[in-house]
């Protein structure tokens, strides 16, 4: 067995042990962590993080969601944004409506003070 | 009623007094479609308009799903940013400021308000659409409910937007840096995008954040971990290499230097870039001893 062979097999070996994946724990660190630390939130503690998700999708199926729906919803915010929604579903602004009455009498009332001024 | 006294609409004064610089002074984005919105569907209506005006296909039946709340009738502003990310844009607030929202205007991106059309302790909220203004008149140009075309002054549109806090949202195409975009809440929204699973348009975008910001963490990571992710290793390595030379104190920097590394074969460099990390201690502490053992683990079964 002469030297260039020994050399061209240990170069194989080295190629297939590359190839290896880590073992399943070491892992890249996600971009979520760096942004949650650049938000000041408390070093991203994964379970509380993992809780609220899980209160406000719940929360979110309570308001007519199915649990995959509400699931999908919630993957797309932020650990920021899903704290500031925990608990508060019912309170913040929901966006909703066009045309009102009250809107109608408001411009008025507007109108009324700009031509007076 | 107290309307004298209790009306301050001290953006709208600010504005007349001294007329922003350097804007055009009209903007129409005419090419901005409308979409009619149905009973408590402002939210879709709103975001399928911006989406469109980013190139994305969509209408308020598809958005509806992705952002209407059937229990509270109507659409909160988080999901309102969650549905943009899922249809591959970048969601990014404005800050409270009428002047802002003209320069983005003025850049070619149509603005989503929320305003509240009653009164504050009775509030009813709402999504319209900003895309135009016209500085001499001062008034903006609105989409909103039934109406393609409204013109509102400034005065108007601030008297019903600040019961909100002033807020707003863009749907950026990738690749988009908004004109008033400031450079850490941009990160933070290029990394939301990631986050939501749309790792192509993050990577597009965050490339973009980066040629403004350079040294940008958020973004030299972010950029890192999504060419990872498309095995584009030689980028990898080129962002967190970056990102460990810009922040020589970040621990998730040599981090994932150390995988990147790694995966090139490059084990002693891996390594120093692991030790540096383990040595930085702070909260990824943990993650960082598991990286280094992996890869002493590996160099010792190599002959």
Request: proline letters at 5%.
């Amino acid at each position: 067995m002469n030297l260039s062979f020994v050399r061209l097999v240990s170069r194989l070996l080295i190629v297939c042990l590359i190839g290896l994946p880590f073992q399943v724990n070491a892992q890249m660190i996600g971009t979520d962590q760096v942004a949650s630390a650049a938000q000041a939130a408390a070093a991203r503690d994964s379970v509380a993080s993992f809780m609220n998700r899980s209160d406000v999708a719940g929360q979110l199926q309570a308001l007519g969601l199915t649990a995959q729906d509400a699931a999908a919803r919630v993957a797309a915010l932020t650990d920021a944004e899903v704290a500031r929604l925990a608990g508060q579903i019912e309170r913040l602004p929901a966006g909703a409506d066009g045309g009102s009455l009250v809107f109608l009498i408001l411009v008025g009332l507007l109108i009324w003070w700009f031509v007076k001024k | 009623m107290c309307l004298g006294g209790c009306i301050s609409l001290p953006q709208s004064e600010a504005l007349r007094a001294a007329p922003p610089q350097g804007l055009p002074p009209r903007v129409e984005l005419a090419q901005v479609p409308f979409h009619r919105q149905d009973d408590f569907l402002c939210g879709p209506a709103a975001l399928a308009m911006v989406f469109n005006a980013a190139g994305v296909q969509a209408d308020v039946e598809s958005v509806t799903p992705l952002v209407y709340l059937p229990g509270r009738q109507g659409s909160l502003q988080a999901e309102m940013l969650g549905a943009t990310r899922r249809s591959g844009l970048v969601a990014y607030v404005l800050a409270p400021r009428l002047e802002d929202l003209l320069r983005e205007l003025a850049a070619g991106t149509p603005v989503v308000v929320l305003l509240n059309l009653s009164f504050k302790w009775v509030p009813i909220w709402h999504y319209a659409v900003v895309v135009g203004y016209d500085l001499e008149k001062r008034e903006v140009i609105v989409r909103s409910a039934g109406r393609q075309r409204d013109e509102w002054s400034f005065a108007f549109l601030e008297f019903f937007w600040q019961d909100g806090n002033h807020w707003s949202m863009l749907a950026l195409p990738p690749g988009r840096v908004p004109a008033s975009a400031r450079e850490s809440e941009f990160a933070l929204a290029v990394a939301a995008l990631e986050q939501a699973g749309r790792a192509r348009e993050a990577r597009e975008s965050y490339r973009a954040l980066l040629k403004r910001w350079p040294d940008n963490l958020i973004g030299l990571i972010g950029l890192g971990n999504v060419e990872f992710g498309f095995k584009d290793l030689a980028a990898a390595e080129q962002a967190l290499r970056r990102a460990s030379v810009a922040h020589p104190k970040s621990a998730v920097a040599f981090n994932n230097l150390a995988h990147v590394l790694a995966a090139l074969g490059r084990l002693a460099e891996a390594e120093s870039a692991a030790r540096s990390a383990v040595a930085l201690e702070g909260p990824t502490l943990p993650q960082a001893r598991k990286t280094l053992e992996a890869i002493l683990e590996r160099r010792v079964s190599l002959p």
